[in-house]
């Protein structure tokens, strides 16, 4: 089967970073996406990777192992605005995006 | 523009009924998607539809079905409504089906059915 792990939840203080990590086992790899998700809000995309390394946008940067199957999302200078669940998915070899249950980040002053 | 937009809000079904979810899009995205978010549990795909006149079955299609009769519009209709299907429904678009093509979330519809 198809699985994507990532831990339920997450403590950080602000100013801090915090690294969000995703292992995933899927029927092949098109791609994986980050989004971030504020309580009783829709997900908006954050980053996507499809190749090995890291990408950086600004205070999100997103790392990718293929031969691991892990990804990590890294948030630096954390900000309280940055407390929801940050969801992680990859779209498989039929192109449908299969979806971690997602980590739900606590910021702390 | 308004991006997506999902209606109603919230609704309380009584189990048996049949409702429709609307969602629309402005975007002129070809594909849309229909999914269901329950706690502990990452997105799954109930139906999609990759352009107007197309459908397709995702994870979760059972009690489900949708139509796609033009670009803008996929509802999601369930025929009679169980307590199991208690959730909160996101529609989303994106422009394509390709690798770096990414789906847009509307506000999303929660549903108790009791």
């Known amino acids: 089967g198809q699985n994507i792990d990532q831990p339920t939840e997450m403590t950080a203080t602000e100013g801090a970073i915090v690294q969000i990590n995703c292992t995933y086992q899927?029927?092949?790899?098109?791609?994986l996406f980050w989004y971030q998700q504020h309580a009783g809000e829709a997900p908006t995309f954050l980053s996507y990777n499809v190749l090995d390394g890291l990408e950086e946008k600004g205070r999100f940067s997103s790392f990718l192992s293929r031969s691991k199957g892990y990804s990590y999302l890294l948030l630096k200078e954390l900000q309280m605005k940055d407390s929801a669940s940050y969801l992680c998915a990859v779209r498989d070899r039929n192109y449908q995006l299969i979806w971690g249950a997602g980590t739900k980040l606590i910021i702390k002053p | 523009t308004a991006g997506i937009t999902q209606a109603p809000t919230s609704q309380i079904l009584a189990a048996g009924r049949s409702m429709t979810l609307r969602c629309t899009q402005d975007m002129r995205h070809n594909a849309m998607y229909w999914y269901r978010q329950d706690l502990g549990l990452g997105l799954r795909l109930i139906h999609y539809s990759n352009t107007a006149g197309t459908t397709g079955k995702g994870e979760v299609p059972d009690g489900y079905s949708v139509s796609r009769a033009n670009t803008d519009d996929f509802p999601l209709t369930l025929a009679s409504a169980v307590p199991s299907q208690t959730s909160v429904y996101f529609c989303a678009s994106s422009r394509g089906t390709g690798d770096q093509e990414t789906q847009y979330f509307g506000p999303g519809t929660r549903l108790l059915v009791l």
């Open positions: 899927t029927s092949g790899f098109n791609g």
